[in-house]
């Protein structure tokens, strides 16, 4: 399963076109090259290879490109799952995020996702009073409570929790074993993540140990003389598998302290979903282990879950297990993925386009034949 939709962009940010698709030395560039353009085309070429030579699958295979994804899915993915099964009924299904080499001493280490973070945004709504902007003394402005209301969420620090998968995930990485030991212990977390001269590396310990609160957008105001009565802020919330929607309020209220009563929380359609998870221990993932091993000698799959959110937790609630991956060469480093997830310069080399297409010919032929 492929999404075919991708995210805007700034164009001053980037080095070329983002929507020229330009090869240059090897590398495709544009929006959409690893998010996630490259898997769904990979496996649109991969699923066409395997038609035209005449494979016959011991069960169905079936090739879905959706849109909407980057939109919630409520009409691709989870319109499908809820509304038309029948078209989409299946055993598993293999989407985005992994397979990215992850160089380690015994060698590299291949993240296939297991799961992910629940999306629940949230939109804040600050209430004030109107007046006239020449006299803001002792009034009741709404940006002004506003801007405390995205000082206390950027600061606030709820508990860590430690998953078995981000443990397992992390002593498989073979890191220092002092910083292994702190990178899984939930009082040393995030101390560890903010030392870390390793941006992305602490990036993902602190995402993937804490439920996350990043206020994104803000809304309000009339006019410059007038003093705004009412602000609103979108926050993208990602919740750890486990944390329910009770529980994430509770910590919303203790993230805004003593100003919660002046905010009103509501909650957009279709974000308030849970984490989700799938077993590590399945046919399909023995296979997938097979396949990339044979393609990547010396490589070890492992498992993780990503922090953004995938089409694959509307089959997951569905009960079908759901994994991200795909098969990148070295060439890139691993340490560029997470910036160019919705960010500037996105890209994918023409080597990993190979590699991608093969496995999921080698994987079919592995575990369909």
């Given amino acids: 399963m492929g999404h075919t939709d991708v995210v805007p ?9 983002p929507f020229g698709a330009e090869l240059v030395d090897g590398i495709v560039w544009g929006r959409g090259a690893i998010d996630m353009l490259n898997l769904t085309a990979t496996m649109a070429v991969a699923t066409r290879r395997l038609r035209t030579s005449g494979f016959r699958p011991r069960g169905t295979l079936i090739y879905l490109a959706v849109a909407d994804e980057e939109a919630g899915g409520e009409y691709g993915a989870q319109y499908l799952v809820e509304r038309q099964m029948d078209a989409v009924k299946c055993d598993y299904v293999v989407t985005e995020s992994g397979g990215v080499p992850i160089p380690t001493p015994s060698g590299p280490k291949l993240r296939l996702s297991v799961g992910e973070k629940g999306v629940n945004w949230r939109r804040l709504i600050v209430h004030g009073t109107p007046g006239h902007g020449s ?10 409570t506003a801007a405390l209301v995205v000082q206390r969420l950027a600061e606030y620090r ?3 929790r430690i998953l078995d998968t981000w443990r397992r995930y992390v002593e498989e990485l073979e890191l220092d074993r002092d910083l292994t030991a702190a990178l899984i212990d939930p009082d040393r977390v995030w101390e560890t993540a903010f030392g870390l001269d390793d941006l992305a590396l602490a990036r993902e310990a602190h995402a993937c140990t804490h439920t996350t ?9 009339t006019k410059v003389n007038v003093i705004p009565d009412r602000i609103e802020i ?3 919330i990602r919740a750890l598998p486990g944390i329910g929607a009770d529980e994430l309020h509770a910590m919303l209220t203790e993230a805004l302290g003593d100003v919660a009563d002046r905010v009103t929380i509501e909650t957009p359609p279709n974000r308030r979903p849970p984490g989700s998870m799938s077993s590590f221990d399945t046919p399909l993932v023995d296979a997938l282990s097979r396949v990339a091993g044979r393609l990547m000698p010396g490589s070890r799959i492992v498992p993780s879950f990503t ?11 569905a009960g079908v297990p759901s994994y991200g991956f795909g098969l990148h060469s070295r060439r ?13 310069d996105e ?5 990993s386009l190979r590699l991608s297409t093969l496995l999921w010919q080698e994987l079919c032929s592995d575990f369909l034949a």
């Avoid at 164009?11 to 076109?17: A, E």
């Avoid at 953004?308 to 609630?317: M, N, S, Y």
């Avoid at 890139?332 to 500037?344: A, L, Q, S, V």
């Avoid at 890209?347 to 080597?351: A, G, I, K, L, Q």
């Fill in 9 to 17: 962009v700034s164009p001053d940010g980037w080095q070329r076109d």
């Fill in 135 to 144: 006299r803001p003394f002792r009034t009741d402005n709404a940006l002004v």
């Fill in 158 to 160: 709820p508990k860590a």
């Fill in 213 to 221: 609160f990043s206020p994104n957008v803000a809304h309000g105001g």
């Fill in 234 to 236: 979108e926050v993208d």
């Fill in 307 to 317: 922090t953004g959110g995938t089409d694959a937790r509307f089959f997951r609630f």
């Fill in 332 to 344: 890139i480093p691993h340490t560029e993925y997470p910036k160019m997830f919705h960010g500037h």
């Fill in 347 to 351: 890209r994918v080399d023409t080597e």
